[in-house]
T-cell receptor
Framework: QQPVQSPQAVILREGEDAVINCSSS?????VHWYRQKHGEAPVFLMI?????EQKGHDKISASFNEKKQQSSLYLTASQLSYSGTYFC????????????FGKGTRLSVIA | DVKVTQSSRYLVKRTGEKVFLECVQD?????MFWYRQDPGLGLRLIYF???????EKGDIPEGYSVSREKKERFSLILESASTNQTSMYLC??????????FGSGTRLTVV
């Protein structure tokens, strides 16, 4: 079942912060986050595994709450280069299961 | 640098034609996937493969088949193309614990 992302779209000014949420109705083992710029392939940002961890990646970080079956992506002090569509992909068991992706959140950062 | 290469960036085919979309990865990954991406629907899984000559149906396999004769190559076949198969097709590969690497995509138009 497809995870639900919110918001669907957000517009930020440079330097502002944003949070993108990803929720599933099923128990999760892993959550992946990807960013896709217009006309390009999705690019892997980070993976979070069962265990409630939080990860950071420059000014982009994410958390995974396995009890609530949700993950959040945090973008701080946004830059123009952060613009794109962000997808979460969820995995339900360990090992080899294909990810189910959300519909995406379109993020636009303006000067 | 890790790469997934899709043979065509743009394709235009006629209704009823048999269409082959090729994908090659140079990372020695076991896992390969085909997704289609449509506006507002996100990425939906068509087929995947965890090993040579192995294939599994994804969420929307109807009208498609796949072939994996070599580890590095995963082909998507549209047996008889229809206009509702007009879409962006994304190939991806991964090893079991890491993120997906996507190809640049093939934008297929069926007329």
């Amino acid at each position: 079942q497809q995870p639900v992302q919110s918001p669907q779209a957000v517009i930020l000014r440079e330097g502002e912060d944003a949070v993108i949420n990803c929720s599933s109705s099923k128990a999760l083992y892993s959550v992946h986050w990807y960013r896709q710029k217009h006309g390009e392939a999705p690019v892997f940002l980070m993976i979070l595994l069962k265990g409630g961890e939080q990860k950071g990646h420059d000014k982009i970080s994410a958390s995974f709450n396995e009890k609530k079956q949700q993950s959040s992506l945090y973008l701080t002090a946004s830059q123009l280069s952060y613009s794109g569509t962000y997808f979460c992909g969820t995995g339900r068991v360990s090992g080899n299961t294909p990810l189910v992706f959300g519909k995406g959140t379109r993020l636009s950062v303006i000067a | 640098d890790v790469k997934v290469t899709q043979s065509s960036r743009y394709l235009v085919k006629r209704t009823g034609e048999k269409v082959f979309l090729e994908c090659v990865q140079d990372m020695d990954h076991e896992n390969m996937f085909w997704y289609r991406q449509d506006p507002g629907l996100g990425l939906r899984l068509i087929y995947f493969s965890y090993d040579v000559k192995m294939k599994e149906k994804g969420d929307i396999p109807e009208g498609y088949s796949v072939s994996r004769e070599k580890k590095e190559r995963f082909s998507l076949i549209l047996e008889s193309a229809s206009t509702n198969q007009t879409s962006m097709y994304l190939c991806a590969s991964s090893s079991s614990k890491y993120g997906y690497t996507f190809g640049s995509g093939t934008r297929l138009t069926v007329v």
